[in-house]
């Protein structure tokens, strides 16, 4: 089976040439009869299919096959602007998939940003027809092998911009929970999973599509296996390194500050006898500034003593001195707050602040977006827990776990310990809670430092410095304080060292074929004037 300049199939040798779609494959057979509605329909349901690897269906083989309908898509199509406007409505299926959860807060709104953000697979829909439609050869597709995966990171990594909406659905965040690909990750962090199985699955396309690819296909699916076996086998490990004991607490769904707070401390004296060394609030578990409430400084710091225990909290509030609303991590001892104030950085988007509020303002007419913007922190920061003898403990708030720069930083700067704090109660009944809490098994793999992640309503968790889960997660059902021995971890993870090398790599090989595509089409153009 071939495809003719003009784009129409050819019957090869003892078939019969069909230009309507008879004898076609299966897929274009059904592309062909298929109305542009209907082939838009495809597209977003192809680019919303990898959406169920991810918790809370948590399918996570799908990720190895869930691209490929989405890649025969694009390959088939006739022209480039249909192969762009395929990867475009399939960028906004998955964009929407991933966060139809946020549907209550933005209503229609979320269409419209799924639509934007959709756009920047528009080049990836046109990176995979240049590279497979037809009957590419052995040396395109075996080339495929790398640049279209390459283009899904760029994809990825811009996306990951947290202005527009922060790295959320990464696609190999999907692996938090096998420890291969986990181990993959302390090698090149969550951009080196995504590479992997990118790849898989064009391999797999190709295997379906083009008979000549068998052989680079194969070639290509055995460097996989054995690269992914490798790194399971040889890579390094960290070192063993102690333990520490910590509470987590997890209040549940109660409404109003006042009795969240009460409910906190009285979860929190149920922890007093029980050797722990550092207890964890979630996000907003405190709605006002210590330094301008010494009531508030003054329950807290006795509640450390009668637990003996420093207490990490998250003040919601508006700090003495400054302008606006920080969310803040605040490390309270037994004489009250330490001084290690930490002031969330990166913002999630509508949600606690609006980009350009004065032409987006009126998002906040049809959803739950922020009435007024928060206040940015400046700089990460490293806070020393003297109950547990000067542990350095590196805090995130919320949606920063998902940033994987900032646990690295954190790692490099002599963290012992990743604390995210994190309220989804919005969300309380959707995909995102566990989806979320996933996400510490990839920083703590990536960084060979162990992370709790604490909310006010689930799900709460804990994982090693390998990604491995310690003890049982609180989900999004209780409310309730656990104690967990988190195991602690010496060394310096590659990803630590070397940082997003796969990103690299995958720039390079797209400038690569840049150059080469620009230097032929530069001799064609030559070739034609010279005819």
Same mark, same amino acid.
């Given at each position: 089976?071939?495809?003719?300049?003009?784009?129409?199939?050819?019957?090869?040798?003892?078939?019969?040439?069909?230009?309507?779609?008879?004898?076609?494959? =299966?897929?274009?057979?059904?592309?062909?009869?298929?109305?542009?509605?209907?082939?838009?329909a495809a597209a977003v349901a192809a680019g919303a299919?990898?959406?169920?690897?991810?918790?809370?269906?948590?399918?996570?083989?799908?990720?190895? $096959?869930? *691209?490929?309908?989405?890649? %025969?898509?694009?390959?088939? #199509?006739?022209?480039?602007?249909?192969?762009?406007?395929?990867?475009?409505?399939?960028?906004?299926?998955?964009?929407?998939?991933?966060?139809?959860?946020? %549907?209550?807060?933005?209503?229609?709104?979320?269409?419209?940003?799924?639509?934007? &953000?959709?756009?920047?697979?528009?080049?990836?829909?046109?990176?995979?027809?240049?590279?497979?439609?037809?009957?590419?050869?052995?040396?395109?597709?075996?080339?495929?092998?790398?640049?279209?995966?390459?283009?899904?990171?760029? +994809? /990825?990594?811009?996306?990951?911009?947290?202005? *527009?909406?922060?790295?959320?659905?990464?696609?190999?965040?999907?692996?938090?929970?096998?420890?291969?690909?986990?181990?993959?990750?302390?090698?090149?962090?969550?951009?080196?999973?995504?590479?992997?199985?990118?790849? $898989?699955?064009?391999?797999?396309?190709?295997?379906?599509? $083009?008979?000549? #690819?068998? $052989?680079?296909?194969?070639?290509?699916?055995?460097?996989?296996?054995?690269?992914?076996?490798?790194?399971? &086998?040889?890579?390094?490990?960290?070192?063993?390194?102690?333990?520490?004991?910590?509470?987590?607490?997890?209040?549940?769904?109660?409404?109003?500050?006042?009795?969240?707070?009460?409910?906190?401390? /009285?979860?929190?004296?149920?922890?007093?006898?029980?050797?722990?060394?550092?207890?964890?609030?979630?996000? =907003?578990?405190?709605?006002?500034? %210590?330094?301008?409430?010494?009531?508030?400084?003054?329950?807290?710091a006795a509640l450390s003593r009668d637990v003996g225990?420093?207490? *990490?909290?998250?003040?919601?509030?508006?700090?003495?001195?400054?302008?606006?609303?920080? @969310?803040?991590?605040?490390?309270?001892?037994?004489?009250?707050?330490?001084?290690?104030?930490?002031? @969330? !950085?990166?913002?999630?988007?509508?949600?606690?602040?609006?980009?350009?509020?004065?032409?987006?303002?009126?998002?906040?007419?049809?959803? @739950?977006?922020?009435?007024?913007?928060?206040?940015?922190?400046?700089?990460?920061?490293? !806070?020393?827990?003297?109950?547990?003898?000067?542990?350095?403990?590196?805090?995130?708030?919320?949606? /920063? =776990?998902?940033?994987?720069?900032?646990?690295?930083?954190?790692?490099?700067?002599?963290?012992?310990?990743?604390?995210?704090?994190?309220?989804?109660?919005?969300?309380?009944?959707?995909?995102?809670?566990?989806?979320?809490?996933?996400?510490?098994?990839?920083?703590?793999?990536?960084?060979?430092?162990?992370?709790?992640?604490?909310?006010?309503?689930?799900?709460?968790?804990?994982?090693?410095?390998?990604?491995?889960?310690?003890?049982?997660?609180?989900?999004?059902?209780?409310?309730?304080?656990?104690?967990?021995?988190?195991?602690?971890?010496?060394?310096?993870?590659?990803?630590?060292?070397?940082?997003?090398?796969?990103?690299?790599?995958?720039?390079?090989?797209?400038?690569?074929?840049?150059? +080469?595509?620009?230097?032929?089409?530069?001799?064609?153009?030559?070739?034609?004037?010279?005819?």
């Amino acid at each position: 089976m071939q495809v003719s300049a003009d784009g129409r199939w050819e019957a090869g040798p003892g078939r019969v040439r069909e230009g309507r779609g008879r004898g076609l494959p =299966s897929a274009a057979r059904r592309a062909a009869l298929t109305s542009p509605w209907g082939r838009g329909a495809a597209a977003v349901a192809a680019g919303a299919l990898p959406a169920l690897a991810f918790p809370a269906p948590a399918l996570w083989w799908l990720a190895y $096959v869930a *691209l490929v309908p989405w890649i %025969l898509l694009a390959r088939s #199509a006739r022209t480039h602007r249909r192969a762009a406007l395929d990867g475009w409505l399939g960028g906004a299926g998955f964009m929407l998939a991933v966060h139809h959860w946020l %549907l209550p807060s933005l209503h229609v709104f979320i269409l419209v940003l799924a639509a934007l &953000l959709g756009l920047l697979w528009a080049p990836w829909g046109l990176l995979v027809r240049a590279l497979l439609h037809g009957s590419p050869s052995a040396a395109r597709c075996a080339a495929s092998l790398v640049l279209v995966p390459s283009g899904w990171l760029m +994809v /990825e990594l811009v996306r990951s911009w947290e202005y *527009l909406g922060g790295p959320w659905g990464l696609l190999g965040a999907s692996q938090w929970q096998v420890p291969p690909a986990l181990r993959l990750a302390s090698l090149g962090g969550v951009w080196l999973l995504s590479l992997l199985l990118v790849s $898989v699955n064009t391999a797999l396309a190709l295997l379906v599509a $083009v008979p000549r #690819a068998r $052989v680079p296909a194969v070639a290509g699916l055995l460097v996989c296996a054995v690269g992914g076996t490798a790194a399971w &086998l040889w890579a390094p490990v960290p070192r063993p390194a102690g333990t520490v004991r910590v509470g987590l607490v997890q209040p549940g769904e109660i409404v109003g500050a006042d009795p969240r707070i009460a409910r906190g401390e /009285e979860l929190t004296r149920s922890l007093a006898g029980r050797g722990v060394q550092l207890v964890v609030w979630g996000e =907003s578990s405190v709605n006002r500034d %210590l330094t301008r409430n010494p009531a508030m400084s003054a329950r807290l710091a006795a509640l450390s003593r009668d637990v003996g225990a420093d207490l *990490l909290v998250n003040v919601d509030g508006r700090h003495a001195g400054q302008p606006g609303i920080y @969310k803040s991590s605040v490390l309270v001892g037994p004489r009250g707050a330490t001084g290690h104030r930490y002031d @969330k !950085m990166r913002l999630v988007p509508f949600g606690e602040y609006i980009p350009l509020r004065s032409v987006l303002g009126w998002a906040t007419h049809v959803g @739950k977006a922020a009435d007024q913007n928060r206040m940015r922190g400046t700089r990460q920061v490293l !806070m020393p827990v003297g109950s547990a003898g000067g542990l350095r403990v590196g805090p995130l708030v919320c949606f /920063e =776990s998902a940033f994987p720069d900032m646990s690295r930083q954190l790692a490099r700067d002599g963290a012992q310990l990743l604390v995210a704090q994190s309220s989804t109660s919005t969300f309380q009944d959707s995909w995102a809670p566990a989806q979320h809490a996933s996400l510490a098994a990839l920083r703590a793999a990536e960084t060979w430092r162990p992370m709790a992640h604490a909310t006010l309503t689930g799900v709460s968790a804990v994982y090693g410095p390998r990604g491995e889960p310690v003890g049982g997660r609180l989900g999004t059902e209780r409310g309730a304080a656990a104690v967990y021995d988190i195991p602690l971890a010496e060394g310096t993870s590659p990803y630590a060292r070397f940082g997003d090398w796969a990103l690299y790599g995958a720039m390079l090989a797209l400038g690569a074929y840049a150059g +080469v595509a620009g230097a032929r089409a530069l001799r064609a153009r030559r070739s034609a004037r010279v005819r």
